[in-house]
C-alpha cells in the first residue's frame, strides 16, 4: 500500500485536478506516523536588513553596500511571519504555546528582536555574528535545524526572502536538512490540529497544498498586513527575554564559502519614451533591438530570447 | 517607539489627511486606531490599561503625529498631557479607576479651560459652581475653543466654586458628555488643524456628583497652571513635529522632482543653504523640547524651558512650513500635498496654551527674578 502510495505522489505534476492532487498528498502523508505534540511551538527566524524605503549605496570599494548609519528594519517578509504566528494564537483554533524569534546577526538585531516581541512574539534567542561576516543561507539553514530541534519546534514560519540579499534560499534548504515538508509562498496558512493547509498564488489561480507537523512555510507579502507595535506592547516587549547563543553552541560553523566579487549600481534608468499603441511598442522594441521575436498570441504564453534580452508574457488583449 | 508611532502615522493617518482637513473633520477610524496603537494612554500605567510609558514617550508620540497631521497630533496631546495626567496626579483612587481605563482605551478627553471673555486672562473665568445640599455640585457657564469636544466623553471643567475669594476660588470637576444640561454650541470653522474640533460648549446647571470633584477644593487654578506649564512641552513638539513635517515633503520634492534649468531646483545653492538654515532651526528647536522634557522628568524646574521651546518652536513651524511651501513653488500653493496645510496649521502653535507674548512675559518674569539684586 505505501509503495502505491508513494507512486502516485511521484505522479502529482501530470494531474491537473487539485482535487486529486490534495486526496494524493492527504494519502500520502496520511502513511506518516502522528509524533506531533497538539500545540504549536512556532520558531520566526527573524532577519535585521536595511530598511526597505532606504536606497542602498555601494560601498567605495565596491564590495558591498554601505550600510553604516543607515537605517534598517525588520525584514518585511519576517513581519509577514511574525503577524502570521500571532494571528494563529489569536485565532485559537489550534493552541499556540511559543513563539519564538530567533536571529543571527550584529548586536544591534536585539532591537530587531524587540520589534518581534512587540508585535507578539513571546521570546527570543540571539546568536551574535559579525556585521562583516554574515552568514550565507546555509550557515542560516544549519543553525534553525539545531534551534528547531532544541526548542522543539514544530512550525517554521520564515520569510521567502530577506530584502538585502535576495536569496530566498533559506527556507528551503532547511525543509531539506530538517526532512519536512515545506510550503512555500504562502499566501492563506490554516491549521486545524496537526493538519496544515496552504495556499499560495500562482500565474493564474491558486495552488493549495496540505501537509501535516511539523513543516516550514515560507511566507509572501499577500499572507496579511502586519500591525504595528502598539504602545503597551513595546512595553511589555521590554520584559521578555532575549537568550544569547553563539554558533559554537549549536555546533555550527559560519565559515563562508561564497567570496563577493564585486558589488555595483544599477546603470541609471535612460528617460523612457512613450508610444501610441500595441504596435507603436512593439516596432519600437524591434527597432532598439530588444526583442528578437514577438508574435502577439491570442493565448498568454512567452516570448524569450536564448540569451534572456527579453520575456514578454503577453495577449494582444493584455497588452492593450 | 518612534519608529512604531512613525509608521502608523504614515500609512494610517498619511491618506486622510487630505479629505479630513477638507471635511474639516477627524475621521472616527483614526481615533480609534490612536486607542488600539495605545496612544491614548500613554503615560497611563498597564494596571489601567495604558502604556505605562513617561513623559518623553508622549512627546514622541505627538510629534510624530505632527510630523504627518498636526491636527491628529493635538487629539492625542490635549488627551494625553492635559486630561489623563490632571487624574492621574490629583484624581482619587475611585476616579482613577473610573475614569483611566476609559481614557485610555475608548473614550476622547478635553479640558475646559477658556471661556469667551477669558483667554488669556484664563482665571478671570466665570463659569460658576455651586454645591448643593445632596453634596454635589452644580455647574453652570459657557466654555470656548475646546479642543476634541465633538469627540470626548470626558470634560475637565474649572468652574469657581467661591468667585469671592478670587482665582483662589476655582476649582476642577469632571462633566461627562451625557449628563443632563450639557450641550455643544457651536463648532467653529477655523485657518488651520481644520480636523480638529474645536467649540464653545455649554453648562446649564450641570449637576454632577461630589467624587467628580477633581483634587480639592480651590486648587483648580494650581491644576491649571502646572497642566498648562507641562502641556505646552507637547505643542512645542506637536510644532516641531509639524515643521519637520513641512521641511522633508519639501525636500524630497526639490531634491527627487523638480527640476527647472536642467537640473533640480534642491541643487541650487540659493535653495540649499535655506533648506539647511530651515533644518538647522529645528533641531535647535527639537533640542529646546527634548531638554524642557528631560528637566520635568529629571523633577527640575522646566517653566521657563517650557516656554521657550513653545515660543521658539511655534516660530520655526511657522517661519519653515512657510519657506517649504516657497521651495515647491506653485505645488506648494495647492490644496493638494500638506505644504500648504502645514503652514495653515502652523499659526496655532503661537496661541493656544498660551500665546506667544504670554511665553514670553513668562520668561521676561523669571529672568527678571533671577536677575533683580
Ligand atoms: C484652535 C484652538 C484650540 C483651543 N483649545 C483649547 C482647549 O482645549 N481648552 C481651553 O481651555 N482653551 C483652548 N483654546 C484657547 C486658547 O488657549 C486661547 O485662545 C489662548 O489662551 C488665547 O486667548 P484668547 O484667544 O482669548 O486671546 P486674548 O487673550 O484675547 O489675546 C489677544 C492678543 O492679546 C495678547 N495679550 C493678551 N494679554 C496680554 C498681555 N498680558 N501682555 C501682552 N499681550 C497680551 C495676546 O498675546 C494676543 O496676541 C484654544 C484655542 C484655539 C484657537
Redesign the interface.
Known amino acids: 500500500m505505501y509503495s502505491s502510495q508513494t507512486n502516485k505522489c511521484l505522479l502529482i505534476d501530470f494531474w491537473h485536478s487539485v482535487a486529486e492532487r490534495e486526496s494524493a498528498v492527504r494519502g500520502r502523508l496520511e502513511c506518516l506516523p502522528a509524533r506531533m505534540s497538539k500545540s504549536l511551538r512556532i520558531l520566526v527566524p527573524v532577519k535585521r536588513v536595511i530598511d526597505y524605503a532606504i536606497k542602498p549605496r555601494v560601498n567605495k570599494s565596491q564590495t558591498g553596500i554601505d550600510t553604516a548609519g543607515v537605517k534598517h ?1 525588520l525584514n518585511p517578509f519576517d513581519e509577514l511571519s511574525i503577524e502570521e504566528a500571532v494571528r494563529l494564537r489569536e485565532r485559537k483554533k489550534t493552541p499556540v504555546s511559543d513563539i519564538l524569534a530567533f536571529s543571527a546577526g550584529p548586536a544591534k538585531c536585539a532591537d530587531t528582536l524587540r ?1 518581534a516581541m ?1 508585535m507578539g512574539a513571546d521570546r527570543a534567542i540571539h546568536v551574535e555574528v559579525p556585521e562583516d561576516q554574515p552568514l550565507e543561507p546555509l550557515g542560516v539553514a544549519k543553525l534553525l535545524k539545531a534551534v528547531a530541534e532544541k526548542e522543539e519546534s514544530n512550525l517554521v514560519l520564515v520569510g521567502k526572502q530577506a530584502i538585502d540579499d535576495d536569496s530566498g534560499q533559506t527556507g528551503q534548504m532547511l525543509a531539506g536538512l530538517l526532512g519536512w515538508p515545506q510550503a512555500t509562498q504562502a499566501s492563506k496558512v490554516e491549521i486545524e490540529g496537526e493538519t496544515v493547509t496552504v495556499t499560495k498564488e500562482v500565474d493564474g489561480g491558486v495552488d493549495t497544498v496540505r501537509a501535516r507537523l511539523p513543516m516550514i512555510i515560507t511566507t509572501d507579502l499577500r499572507l496579511n498586513e502586519p500591525r ?8 511589555k516587549a521590554k520584559k521578555k527575554k532575549i537568550e544569547k547563543k553563539t554558533l559554537e553552541d549549536y555546533g555550527v560553523d559560519g565559515r563562508r564559502r561564497l567570496k563577493t566579487i564585486k558589488v555595483e549600481e544599477p546603470p541609471p534608468r535612460k528617460g523612457g519614451g512613450k508610444v501610441q499603441d500595441v504596435d507603436g511598442m512593439i516596432s519600437k522594441l524591434k527597432e532598439l533591438g530588444k526583442i528578437w521575436a514577438f508574435d502577439v498570441l491570442p493565448f498568454p504564453s512567452s516570448v524569450s530570447r536564448p540569451d534572456g534580452f527579453l520575456t514578454l508574457n503577453a495577449t494582444r488583449s493584455n497588452l492593450e | 517607539m518612534k519608529e512604531s508611532v512613525s509608521k502608523f502615522a504614515d500609512s494610517e493617518v498619511g491618506p486622510k489627511v487630505r479629505d479630513m482637513d477638507e471635511a474639516e473633520s477627524m475621521d472616527p477610524s483614526v481615533v480609534e486606531s490612536l486607542f488600539e496603537q495605545g496612544l491614548m494612554g500613554i503615560e497611563i500605567p498597564e494596571e489601567y490599561g495604558g502604556a505605562g510609558m513617561n513623559f518623553t514617550a508622549a512627546i514622541v508620540g505627538i510629534e510624530e503625529l505632527a510630523r504627518v497631521d498636526p491636527s491628529v497630533s493635538v487629539l492625542c496631546d490635549v488627551h494625553n498631557t492635559l486630561v489623563n495626567t490632571a487624574i492621574l496626579k490629583w484624581g482619587s483612587a475611585a476616579m482613577k479607576k473610573k475614569y483611566l481605563p476609559k481614557l485610555a482605551t475608548e473614550t476622547v478627553g478635553s479640558f475646559c479651560l477658556s471661556e469667551p471673555a477669558s483667554g488669556s486672562d484664563a482665571f478671570a473665568l466665570k463659569t460658576r459652581a455651586t454645591k448643593t445640599d445632596s453634596g454635589s455640585y452644580r455647574i453652570s457657564g459657557s466654555k470656548m475653543w475646546i479642543t476634541n469636544a465633538m469627540e470626548s466623553g470626558v470634560f475637565i471643567v474649572f468652574a469657581n466654586l467661591e468667585p469671592s475669594k478670587g482665582y483662589k476660588g476655582i476649582s476642577a470637576f469632571i462633566v461627562e458628555k451625557g449628563d443632563r444640561g450639557f450641550s455643544i454650541a457651536k463648532k467653529e470653522k477655523k485657518l488651520g488643524i481644520r480636523a480638529s474640533s474645536t467649540c464653545v460648549v455649554n453648562f446649564d446647571d450641570v449637576e454632577v456628583p461630589a467624587e467628580n470633584l477633581l483634587g480639592k477644593v480651590g486648587e483648580g487654578y494650581k491644576y491649571a497652571i502646572g497642566l498648562l506649564n507641562e502641556g505646552r512641552i507637547g505643542i512645542a513638539a506637536q510644532m516641531t513635529g509639524l515643521a519637520l513635517g513641512a521641511w522633508e515633503n519639501a525636500a524630497k520634492y526639490v531634491w527627487n522632482d523638480r527640476k527647472q534649468f536642467g537640473q533640480l531646483v534642491g541643487s541650487f545653492q540659493g535653495m540649499q543653504h535655506q533648506l539647511a538654515q530651515a533644518y538647522t532651526e529645528i533641531c535647535a528647536a527639537r533640542a529646546m523640547v527634548f531638554n524642557a522634557a528631560r528637566k520635568k522628568e529629571a523633577g527640575e524646574d522646566f517653566v521657563m524651558d517650557a516656554a521657550m521651546a513653545k515660543l521658539f518652536s511655534s516660530q520655526v513651524a511657522g517661519r519653515v512650513s512657510g519657506q517649504a511651501i516657497e521651495w515647491m513653488g506653485g505645488m506648494g500653493f495647492v490644496r493638494e500635498g500638506i505644504a500648504e496645510k502645514m503652514w495653515r496649521d502652523s499659526k496655532i502653535g503661537a496661541i493656544y496654551e498660551g500665546t506667544s507674548n504670554i511665553q514670553l512675559t513668562t520668561v521676561a518674569k523669571l529672568l527678571q527674578k533671577e536677575y533683580t539684586t
Do not use: Q
Request: hydrophobic share 45%.
Open positions: 528594519s520589534t512587540a504595528y507595535a502598539s504602545l503597551p506592547n513595546i512595553m
